[in-house]
Structures are given as C-alpha cells and as structure tokens.
C-alpha cells in the first residue's frame, strides 16, 4: 500500500487545514489508520487514530479541534485541523497499520503562524 499525504501549508493561528491521504492498493483489513507529526526537536506523536471498528482516539492536545475521517470509496483518510495553534505545527504523516505490517505517507508539512 502506497499513501500520499497532502494538504499541508502556512495558515494563521485560528485557522484551519484539511489533510489528505490517498492510498493506493489494497488497504481491506487495516487494523488501524492514523495521523502522527513531528515538530522540530520533538518526538513523533500519534495525533488521532481510527480503528478498524470506526473508533477514534486523539491526543489530549487536539480533542475538539481535530476531526480524523475516511471516505473508503475514494480509499482517503482525511484530518480536519480547525483552530490551529502555533504548537500544531509539523510535519504530518499518515499511516495505515494492517497485521502484516504498517505504511507511512510521505509527510506535509503544516506551519501555523500566530
């Protein structure tokens, strides 16, 4: 399974930024898909997952102002971003992680400016 991620950009603090990620292949039978970033200096983090079951979890400092969603007819997993802050800005990766193993998109990059 190949993922783009795509999306990113500069956008002023309040703002908001919807992520994509298009996947290609055969992505039937995730366990889970989610959404992590990096910010300079700092260790990737796990932003907000969906699981198989449609459950979602994010990290305590995005709740209420991301949103993780999928479209399976058009194979894309999305993350609204609204009411960015400066300390949401990195670099975000998606993943799908399925039994056999885990595929990372590429990375966009989101710069939020205050």
């Known amino acids: 399974v190949q993922l783009q991620a795509s999306g990113g950009g500069l956008v002023q603090a309040g703002g908001s930024l919807r992520l994509s990620c298009a996947a290609s292949?055969?992505?039937?039978?995730?366990?889970?898909i989610g959404w992590y970033r990096r910010a300079p200096g700092k260790q990737r983090e796990l932003v907000a997952q969906?699981?198989?079951?449609?459950?979602?979890v994010y990290v305590d400092s995005v709740k209420g102002r991301f949103t993780i969603s999928r479209d399976n007819a058009k194979n894309t997993v999305y993350l609204q971003m609204n009411s960015l802050k400066p300390e949401d800005a990195a670099v975000y990766y998606c993943?799908?992680?399925?039994?056999?193993?885990?595929?990372w998109g590429q990375g966009t990059q989101v710069t939020v400016s205050s």
């Open positions: 993943n799908f992680i399925f039994r056999t193993g885990t595929s």
């Open positions: 292949g055969n992505t039937r039978g995730f366990n889970a």
């Open positions: 969906m699981r198989n079951s449609g459950a979602t």
